[in-house]
């Protein structure tokens, strides 16, 4: 049973216009989101969270939109820049970041 | 800030051959441990994780153990690998200090096994 998942397997955006990435979960238990980027063959870094008291959080580029009654969540980026190619992975956790549950990941591909 | 080692980086086994990927972690204490597995076209999947030494849970059955000898030290192992078990393996690490922490991710492991 996939709890948190990611529909999309690839997305291709134009550098400079928005990149919305999305995430889907079904367990309502979920209160701490979280998105990590992955260049090949490396380890995920880290990008933004967010907890379920809140609906947006926004760091430079970066902002995720949480919307708990569709049990949805998605990260924009603005403007899009080449190095922003990876891939996303969107996680979730019960309780804190003990244990995080991940989706299957979206290949990001900007185009010059 | 924790830094996380993995080795070796690479590593190409015959089907049959015994397994043991080491990770340590430098920067923290008593963190929480956690082994992924990121298949081919596939998300991370969590293997083992653990909360302080010779306390390791398994998440799914598989053909992989996990031990945690000392406080920053996780190791994956298994008797005899199975061409399912090839992937890029990934340690992690939170510290726990309140609220909500990420977790970070070392630099990963790509296992082929032939």
């Known amino acids: 049973d996939q709890q948190v998942k990611q529909n999309s397997p690839s997305l291709s955006v134009q550098e400079g216009r928005i990149s919305i990435l999305n995430c889907d979960y079904t367990n309502s238990m979920f209160d701490y989101f979280l998105w990590y980027k992955k260049y090949p063959a490396e380890g995920p870094t880290f990008l933004i969270s967010i907890s379920s008291i809140k609906d947006k959080n926004e760091d430079g580029r970066f902002t995720v939109f949480l919307n708990k009654s569709a049990k949805h969540l998605s990260l924009h980026i603005v403007p899009s820049q080449p190095g922003d190619s990876a891939v996303y992975f969107c996680?979730?956790?019960?309780?804190?970041?003990?244990?995080?549950?991940f989706g299957q990941g979206t290949r990001l591909t900007i185009n010059p | 800030s924790q830094t996380i080692h993995q080795w070796p980086a690479t590593l190409v086994q015959p089907v049959g051959s015994p397994l043991s990927l080491e990770c340590t972690v430098e920067?923290?204490?008593?963190?929480?441990l956690y082994w992924y597995r990121q298949a081919a076209g596939r998300g991370l999947q969590l293997l083992f994780y653990?909360?302080?030494?010779?306390?390791i849970s398994s998440e799914v059955p598989q053909n992989l153990s996990a031990s945690r000898p000392q406080d920053r030290q996780f190791i994956l192992s298994s008797k005899k690998l199975l061409l399912s078990d090839s992937g890029f393996y990934l340690c992690?690490?939170?510290?726990?200090?309140?609220?909500?922490?990420?977790?970070?991710f070392g630099p990963g492991t790509r296992l082929t096994v032939l």
């Open positions: 992690a690490c939170i510290q726990l200090a309140g609220g909500y922490n990420e977790q970070f």
């Open positions: 920067g923290t204490s008593n963190p929480n």
């Open positions: 653990s909360v302080g030494i010779g306390q």
């Open positions: 996680a979730a956790s019960v309780g804190g970041a003990q244990k995080l549950v």
